[in-house]
Each structure stands twice: as structure tokens, then as C-alpha cells.
């Protein structure tokens, strides 16, 4: 399994783009600015998408990709969310307000985007992969996600704070080898963190000691300006783990 960075950053700016993972050359999980990168090529070889939650920095690529592939593919491309982020979706973006209404283009029979409602803790079978979703704790309804291929496991959090449940669900799986989880805050902005549910690099230290797996860690979502300060506090924080912070184009090979 071979994971894509696209995007990792908690904001944009010059070499910055939004939440953005490709799997395998077919998979999105999520789609932020980070699809802005892809060639025509690359855009139509992807055939699902799957949405952590509905903030703009994770959704905001969706629609623009639905415009650059219509009439380019010969297939719906499906989206599959929690069923309250696909009613952001419904209601916010393809409402033909804010966007055209792509789950209803070119007709309501043969339509580009294909909305799926999947249900946490339920895997979902794609390909040689299996996916399970996972709640996490943020500010709307989110998850996480469990991608397995049946030779290695990756977990990624998507934007989260601390709760029990992540770590008792991470727990009971039989094996961990990559961890991709979010550090958006520095410390001195704990309480900011709290209100936002996004982690700090003290804050994500501390509740790793729940985690009995010992995975390699990639660090994703800092924000713009804080990213040297982030890195200086894990080196404290997460001592005698294994991580990196992740940059556009690294790979992670599973």
C-alpha cells in the first residue's frame, strides 16, 4: 500500500496545502487543496473518496474535482462520508448556490458523484483493501480511518483531540504499523486547541501513553507559522517514539 501526501497542512500558504491523502493511485481520503496538485490523469484514475468530516480544508478539492472530471470519466465517482457529512455536502456545497449540484449532473440516473453513508466501526471492502471508520472527537462529527490491506495496517485520525474511545478502538485492533495523526497547536495555545479539539504537541504526548501499539508516527496539520515551534515541543513530547512530520510528497509505503 502506498499513502500519498498531497496535503498535510492546517492551513494554506506558499508550499501549503490542505488535508490531501492518495492511496494507491485510486483512493482519496479526504479532499482538501492537496488535489489542486493532481494532473488531469491522476484526477480521473481516482474512483472513490472517503471525507473525515465536512470542514472546508478537508471538502473544498471535492468540488472542484467534480467540475474538472465531468464528461472526462465514464463512471460516478463515489464519496463516502459519515451520513452528517454528507448533509453538509447536500445542503452546503452541491446545492447549486455554492456549487452545481453534481450528485444530480449530467441526470439524477447517471450522476458524477455518488454520496455512500458509512457507519462507524463498519468496514468497508475496497479492492485488497479493508477500511473501517472509527469516531473521533472534534468539533462536528468526524472520523478517523483504518485502511488494511492484509499485510500492514495505517490508522489516520483526521482532526481530532483527545478521547478514550480512539485509543480503546486503536487498542483492539491486532496490529498498528503506521500512525498518521494531527499536532495543529503549539502548548502555549492549549486552550485554543481545546475549544478548536485539535491536538498539542504536550496534549498528544500524554494520551499516546493509552496507545499499546508502538507504530510509526506521522505528524500532520500543523498551522501555518507554528510549524518549527510544533516540531521543537515533540521532540520533548514524543520522545522514545518513532514519527516525522509529514511534508507535500512524502510518501508512507505500508
Known amino acids: 500500500m502506498q499513502i500519498r501526501i498531497l496535503g498535510c497542512s492546517g492551513g ?18 479526504d479532499a482538501g487543496t492537496g488535489v489542486g496538485d493532481l494532473q488531469p ?4 484514475a481516482i474512483r472513490t473518496v472517503l471525507l473525515t468530516h465536512a470542514h472546508l480544508d478537508h471538502i473544498c478539492g471535492l468540488a472542484f474535482m467534480a467540475d474538472n472530471l465531468f464528461g472526462e470519466i465514464d463512471h460516478p465517482l463515489k ?12 445542503e452546503h456545497i452541491f446545492n447549486w448556490k455554492v456549487w452545481p449540484d453534481f450528485t ?8 458524477l458523484i455518488v454520496l455512500e453513508p458509512l457507519t ?11 477500511i473501517t471508520p472509527f469516531r ?21 485520525s483526521g482532526d481530532t483531540y483527545a478521547h478514550d474511545r480512539i485509543w480503546d478502538f486503536l487498542n483492539a485492533l491486532p496490529r498498528l504499523d503506521h500512525l498518521m495523526i494531527e499536532v495543529a497547536f503549539p502548548n502555549h495555545e492549549d486552550a485554543l486547541a481545546q475549544r478548536a479539539r485539535h491536538f498539542t504537541p504536550g496534549r498528544l504526548g500524554s494520551e499516546l501513553g493509552k496507545l499499546r501499539h508502538r507504530p510509526m ?7 501555518p507559522g507554528s510549524e518549527t515551534l510544533i516540531a521543537e515541543q515533540c521532540t520533548v513530547a514524543l520522545a522514545g517514539w518513532q514519527y516525522r512530520h509529514l511534508r507535500i510528497g512524502d510518501e508512507i509505503v505500508v
Open 136 to 156: 473521533v472527537s472534534h468539533t462536528v462529527p468526524a472520523v478517523g480511518y483504518i485502511v488494511d490491506d492484509g499485510n500492514g495496517v495505517f490508522a489516520f
Open 79 to 90: 464519496v463516502h462520508a459519515i451520513p452528517e457529512a454528507l448533509a453538509v455536502l447536500r
Open 41 to 44: 490523469a491522476e484526477l480521473a
Open 217 to 223: 508516527l506521522h505528524l500532520t496539520h500543523a498551522k
Open 12 to 29: 494554506i500558504g506558499p508550499g501549503l496545502r490542505t488535508t490531501t491523502l492518495l492511496i494507491d493511485g485510486a483512493l482519496l481520503i
Open 104 to 111: 444530480a449532473l449530467p441526470d439524477a440516473e447517471h450522476p
Open 120 to 130: 462507524p466501526a463498519t468496514s468497508l471492502t475496497l479492492g485488497a483493501l479493508s
